[in-house]
């Protein structure tokens, strides 16, 4: 199978849809629901917009394995943290036990993580953490104000509404 495939097949399925969100002109105007007030009808919204991200760009995290600096077993994640503005700020570990038994979750801080050698799937990801440090983290509890474990000097608070 050609590595062009993939693309081809994508630039056809776009130029089947592109005349559907192709916007004329020249369609009546859209008519007021019954018992609207006259002139308060909608504009129809956009098209939305549309992005590609290539297969080696981009990868999902949730049940991704979590590696030390000396290749130990940090757990997998489970959840990703983000604030208000939608930046990720950390990610809950599944740490410790076997077979989900004897397991606990800790929030470790997004900057500790690494994300060099993700390209598929079973790749882990790096913590610039050690085990003895996630052993010692408390444990995450949901509604529970969050204990973030970050790497030395790397985090920032949160700004909290009171």
């Known amino acids: 199978m050609s590595t062009h495939f993939p693309i081809a097949l994508l630039a056809a ?17 859209p008519t007021a629901p019954h018992g609207a007030a006259k002139g308060s009808a909608k504009e129809p919204a956009p098209p ?16 991704r394995e979590v590696l030390s600096a ?27 036990g076997f077979l989900g038994v004897g397991s606990r979750k800790i929030v470790v801080d997004w900057n500790a993580l690494h994300f060099q050698r993700i390209s598929n799937k079973k790749d ?22 969050l204990i973030v474990l970050g790497a ?10 009171r």
């Open 152 to 161: 030395a000097g790397k985090l920032s608070p949160l700004e909290v509404d």
């Open 70 to 96: 000396k290749n130990e077993n940090m757990g997998r994640i489970v959840d990703v943290i983000v604030d208000r503005a939608g930046q990720a700020r950390a990610a809950v570990i599944d740490f410790g």
């Open 124 to 145: 882990a990801i790096g913590l610039e953490l050690t085990k003895e440090q996630v052993t010692a983290a408390p444990e995450y509890k949901e509604d529970a104000p």
């Open 48 to 63: 939305p917009s549309v992005s590609v991200i290539g297969a080696r760009d981009a990868h999902g995290m949730l049940g």
């Open 13 to 29: 399925a776009l130029a089947a849809v592109a005349p559907a969100l192709a916007q004329t002109g020249t369609a009546p105007p």
